[in-house]
């Protein structure tokens, strides 16, 4: 499709493409209800290769990088300002945030998807380029919102357990105290 245009024009079409796709694919992300993001769904759950998300720490070294990469704050959106005060992250926060992880997820690897349309319509060492930058700007990302997910489950897991020990304390300590 691009074939025979000057390296100009290739370019500017591909950064057109890229910003269509990736603006549809946001459209398509915020206007998505929040159950088409549930962490259960086949394409959100845990691989056994990932082992819990030890296979991104230990082999992508995930902590060294993803703190140094931009992110998207929305101006309305989902706000992560409760992970500084751990006191207020309740469960209802965590499931929350779960889902914008699964959001986040959806949105960055259908965006990777539009390297394979850059193969297609471009010359190959034009179409190489352009898909190696297209999934060099979403697969960190991808990866990132799966790495999150595995620590906010462990986190609610953790705050499960202390609030059923919490209510059964509160029990014993209720059935304790003397009637009057």
């Not at 245009?5 to 694919?25: D, K, R, Y």
């Not at 992300?29 to 259960?40: H, I, N, Q, R």
């Not at 720490?57 to 990088?65: E, Q």
Request: charged content about 20%; aromatic content about 12%; overall charge positive.
């Amino acid at each position: 499709m691009l074939r025979g245009l000057s390296g100009i024009q290739i370019l500017v079409w591909n950064m057109v493409i890229v910003a269509i796709w990736h603006v549809t694919v946001f459209i398509a992300c915020v206007k998505l209800p929040a159950s088409y993001f549930d962490e259960t769904k086949p394409r959100f759950r845990a691989r056994d290769w990932e082992r819990g998300g030890r296979w991104y720490k230990d082999t992508l070294r995930i902590n060294a990088w993803k703190d140094r990469i931009p992110q998207y704050a929305a101006r309305n959106g989902f706000s992560k300002e409760h992970l500084e005060r751990p006191d207020d992250l309740t469960i209802d926060y965590i499931n929350e945030f779960i889902m914008e992880t699964c959001r986040g997820e959806w949105m960055h690897l259908s965006g990777a998807l539009c390297a394979v349309l850059l193969l297609v319509i471009n010359p190959i060492g034009f179409g190489l380029l352009f898909a190696f930058l297209n999934l060099l700007g979403n697969l960190p990302f991808a990866a990132i919102q799966r790495y999150n997910r595995f620590r906010l489950q462990t986190l609610r897991k953790r705050r499960l357990r202390t609030q059923k020990g919490t209510v059964a304390s509160a029990a014993v300590t209720a059935s304790a105290s003397p009637c009057a």
